[in-house]
């Protein structure tokens, strides 16, 4: 299985540290042709405008899209933001793939960062370790997009539409490696299907 990390600029490193503990070595994406045969894609936090300016220099916007339409592409926080159809008025390239709609940094100053334990529904019932840092969260979805996740007051935190799959938080900086273990399955699945 060979899974890329988009590697422009945020918590990549750590991914591809969760990958190889999983007995994955990853691919780090910077170029177009980074992403050719690979059978999934992480997009990690960091900071969704930089992210999108590095992808327009590098000419990956389109490639991007055009991967993650039908390949398992899994977005943490800026890479949530990537991912979704709708961030508000703020005018930054993304991908626009996933039917919800994201408010960036959802979370106000004094609590721009915090950490707390939820259940995921696609996991074990063992709450999940969330580490939220200068967070989006979901204000919106569409019928086909599955909610993995809220937070105690409702708000969403984790959804997947199909082959995409998209969080909040930052599964990446804990050692719990079961939400990367889901994304290795679906990755396993789709690759299947298309077999
Ligand atoms: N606040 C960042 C943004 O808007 C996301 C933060 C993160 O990825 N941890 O892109």
């Known amino acids: 299985m060979k899974i890329g990390v988009l590697a422009l600029q945020g918590a990549f490193i750590e991914h591809e540290k969760m990958l190889r503990t999983l007995g994955v ?12 045969g690979l059978d999934g894609l992480i997009i990690p936090g960091g900071e969704s405008t930089t992210i999108g300016k590095l992808a327009v220099t590098y000419g990956l916007v389109e490639p991007l899209r ?11 926080c800026a890479g949530m933001i990537f991912l979704a159809k709708d961030i508000g008025i703020d005018r930054q390239p993304i991908l626009g793939l996933m039917d919800i709609t994201v408010n960036r940094n959802a979370f106000g100053r004094q609590v721009d960062s915090f950490e707390t ?5 696609v996991l074990d019932d063992v709450p999940f370790h969330m580490v939220f840092i200068r967070a ?13 996740a809220k937070l105690t007051d409702g708000r969403i ?7 995409l799959l998209a ?6 900086l804990t050692d719990d490696t079961r939400l990367h273990r889901y994304f290795l399955e679906l990755v396993k699945s789709y690759s299947k299907k298309l077999a």
Do not use: C, K, N, Y
């Not at 070595?25 to 050719?36: I, N």
């Not at 969260?137 to 993995?148: C, F, K, M, N, Y």
């Not at 969080?167 to 990446?172: Q, R």
């Open 25 to 36: 070595e990853p691919v780090e994406v910077r170029l177009p042709s980074d992403l050719e």
């Open 66 to 76: 055009q991967f993650a339409q039908t390949t398992p592409t899994w977005g943490t």
């Open 117 to 121: 334990d939820l259940p995921i529904t």
């Open 136 to 148: 989006p969260v979901v204000t919106g979805a569409s019928d086909g997009v599955e909610i993995l």
């Open 157 to 163: 935190i984790a959804v997947q539409q199909g082959h």
């Open 167 to 172: 969080t909040a938080f930052h599964p990446e």
